[in-house]
T-cell receptor, first 110, second 114 residues
């Protein structure tokens, strides 16, 4: 069974801080998705990656396939980054659907 | 920018009633998904759909659930006889390609079963 874990569960930061959210999973994967869920509930895709590193603005996502681990970094955090960040993985062996992590709730204080 | 839309945004229904949740995926996307998120819990996969048939479904997607693409634009999730535990946010998503396709999510429908 594919398990996806995230740490920390909750994170409070001051504006401007560098933030790291971690995701680990238990099986081989074909893709990993980082998502942002707004307080109103809507989900936005941030990154989809299967290897290496991707950067978009202040967001950076990395993945280490051998260690079954991915990190999402936010540089120069801002209160508008406050949201739940969710990692979801598509395994090699369990079909094409995504298995979601529990999410990390981030609060950035001004 | 194209987006996935869902209607209604909030649906309240009585236990035992049938509900239909509607989604309009992005027009050139070929693969469609329904997910569920019970309040305070993680997002869970329900079903994926391609070429007018179900590709995969989870254990949650039992006989009371069905999906349909009644026309070229809508994608619906029907719950035949709602239970209290069906209360959740239901998200539709679509992707242009299988495998490595990035998923685009709709804003969700909050279903409350009383």
């Amino acid at each position: 069974k594919n398990e996806v874990e995230q740490s920390p569960q909750n994170l409070t930061a001051q504006e401007g801080e560098f933030i790291t959210i971690n995701c680990s999973y238990s099986v081989g994967i074909s893709a990993l998705h980082w998502l942002q869920q707004h307080p109103g509930g809507g989900i936005v895709s941030l990154f989809m990656l299967s290897s290496g590193k991707k950067k978009h603005g202040r967001l950076i996502a990395t993945i280490n396939i051998q260690e079954k681990h991915s990190s999402l970094h936010i540089t120069a955090s801002h209160p508008r980054d406050s949201a739940v960040y969710i990692c979801a993985v598509r395994s090699n062996n369990y079909g094409q659907n995504f298995v979601f992590g529990p999410g990390t709730r981030l609060s950035v204080l001004p | 920018e194209p987006e996935v839309t869902q209607t209604p945004s909030h649906q309240v229904t009585q236990m035992g009633q049938e509900v239909i949740l509607r989604c309009v995926p992005i027009s050139n996307h070929l693969y469609f998904y329904w997910y569920r998120q019970i309040l305070g819990q993680k997002v869970e996969f329900l079903v994926s759909f391609y070429n007018n048939e179900i590709s995969e479904k989870s254990e949650i997607f039992d006989d009371q659930f069905s999906v349909e693409r009644p026309d070229g634009s809508n994608f619906t999730l029907k719950i035949r006889s709602t239970k209290l535990e069906d209360s959740a946010m239901y998200f539709c998503a679509s992707t242009p390609s299988w495998g490595f396709g990035e998923q685009y999510f709709g804003p969700g429908t909050r279903l409350t079963v009383t």
